[in-house]
């Protein structure tokens, strides 16, 4: 019988070598690289000689001395197998100081995962598996499922007042890869410089720079993005619930953003990543519902469901959608059709608003005991941003160092992130961009907090932890 194991071998001798010592220390050699590890087991010596050209004999004796060795051990009539013999120490990374255990983490850009609906998911997953025809499991529309993208023009027009025409959605693999194909369409387009919030995640500036687009932070102050004076081709925003401040652009700030797109003919990217969670009112209506044709249009299940699901979609204009679609294939052919097709079912059933519902009263019991905890331990200190999301700003005095209070922070078991962390304006310490200001009075600069998420905290770990934050800021 033909064996598949090691068929990758082959035998090169060296000047005056013999044939036994060449195979010897060809598997030897296999062995100490960690191509064959311990446990694997090596052809049989019949089968090994025919591979390598040679006769048993030569396979025979190299197995014995390998054996005697240690690298292989024998067995009567059968194949032998890779000891666990002693390898080369590799050298050795630089140490890194790691940091104690993590207590308490107020990570402010993730869901509680816990919460996720596993019953529900599993059960449109294996329906989803056994009802879709045979042709939905080829490489399939770029754009995703016919049935998913309808499915989802309702959800989001009925939930967000998107204008969302089944033609114009694009499914992708959360919202990276949505501003990703975004920023790949515009600088096909010819586009050049990307305004960016600031303060706002590091990745994005990255993302822009990536693709050779310049990026070009805009400053954020109560009322969301600064308008007045843009010099870019697009912006990227998040007008329903700005990270990490916690803001809502203005009424007066969306009509002059939207002003300017069509005037410019600049295009604004909607990222609208938590807007579910809103919990003292309705969120404000979806900017893409106001002008179709000059805002696109960025969703996901990374914050409602789970991000590991890798669920995510843009709704473009008109004109950007042929160009898109093109650039969609180029990345990875198609969306996956099965897990598409079972959030659709969910949406349908009303498991999926089921679940918003949940999460969404979850995360309010949370927030409303933070604040709690934070009036009680921390009285002197501003609570920031609406009520809203799985984050809040917990505001520093100018003077603090909000970096060195999150490392004390982590020295007591507390996860939480500095805003200045978000900062493009050069807050000292932090990474700066050429070309713009590095001083406080720069309108951008962000000042002194605590971006503080409760997604991973419970109830029950809360007041413990804002204790032991209160103790790291107070050191």
């Known amino acids: 019988m033909e064996s598949e194991e090691a068929r990758w071998l082959s035998l090169q001798r060296l000047p005056g ?45 190299a197995y014995e001395q390998l054996a005697a060795q240690g690298y292989l051990v024998s067995r009567p009539k059968a194949a ?23 207590r308490f983490d107020f990570t402010a850009t993730t869901p509680d995962v816990s919460q996720f609906p596993v019953r529900q998911w ?10 879709i025809p045979v042709s939905a ?4 529309d770029p754009r995703g499922s016919e049935k998913f993208r309808e499915v989802l023009a309702g959800h989001l027009g009925r939930t967000r ?74 912006v990227l925003v998040t007008p329903a619930h700005q990270f990490p ?27 609208d990543y938590d807007a579910e969670f809103r919990y003292d009112r309705q969120p404000v ?10 805002v696109a249009y960025l969703g996901t299940t990374s914050k409602t469901l789970a991000p590991a699901l890798r669920l995510g979609w843009v709704v473009l204009p008109a004109h950007h959608m042929p160009e898109a679609q093109r650039i969609r294939n180029l990345m990875d052919v198609c969306p996956p059709a099965v897990e598409q097709q079972a959030l659709a079912m969910m949406i349908e059933r009303g498991d999926y608003d089921r679940h918003v519902r949940r999460a969404r009263k979850a995360y309010r019991r949370r927030r409303e005991q933070l604040i709690a905890a934070l009036a009680e331990r921390l009285p002197d200190l501003q609570v920031e941003g609406i009520a809203a999301g ?71 770990d809360m007041d413990p932890a804002v204790a032991a934050l209160a103790t790291a800021i107070r050191a």
């Open 161 to 234: 007042g998107v204008v969302a025409d089944p033609e114009r959605i694009l499914g992708v693999h959360g919202t990276a890869q949505g501003i990703d194909l975004l920023l790949r369409t515009l600088r096909a387009a010819g586009a050049q410089r990307v305004g960016v919030e600031d303060p706002s995640l590091p990745s994005q500036i990255n993302r822009v720079t990536a693709h050779g687009l310049a990026a070009r932070p805009i400053p954020i102050d109560g009322d969301g993005l600064l308008v007045d004076g843009l010099d870019v081709d697009a």
């Open 80 to 102: 032998p197998v890779v000891a666990d013999a002693p390898r080369p120490m590799p050298r050795p990374a630089p140490r890194r100081e790691r940091p104690g255990r993590v």
């Open 285 to 294: 209506r979806a900017l893409q519902g106001l002008d179709p044709e000059h």
């Open 390 to 460: 799985m984050h809040l700003l917990l505001r520093l005095p100018a003077d603090l160092d909000d970096a060195a209070i999150a490392a004390r922070a982590l020295d007591k078991g507390v996860q939480v992130a500095p805003l200045s962390q978000f900062s493009h304006s050069g807050h000292p310490g932090h990474r700066r961009y050429p070309g713009y200001p590095r001083y406080p009075g720069y309108p951008g600069y962000p000042g002194s907090g605590l971006v503080l998420g409760y997604g991973r905290i419970t109830e029950r």
């Open 137 to 140: 499991y080829d490489y399939g």
């Open 17 to 61: 070598e013999r044939l036994a010592d060449a195979a010897e220390r060809t598997v030897r050699e296999a062995i100490r690289g960690g191509s064959l590890r311990p446990g694997v087991k090596l052809p049989s010596s019949r089968t090994l000689a025919v591979q390598l050209g040679v006769s048993r004999g030569v396979i025979t004796e």
């Open 122 to 131: 599993a059960a449109s997953l294996a329906t989803a598996a056994r009802s």
């Open 245 to 271: 401040t916690g803001v809502v652009l203005s009424g007066e700030r969306r009509r002059a953003l939207l002003d300017w797109a069509k005037g410019a003919g600049g295009l604004v990217l909607e990222d």
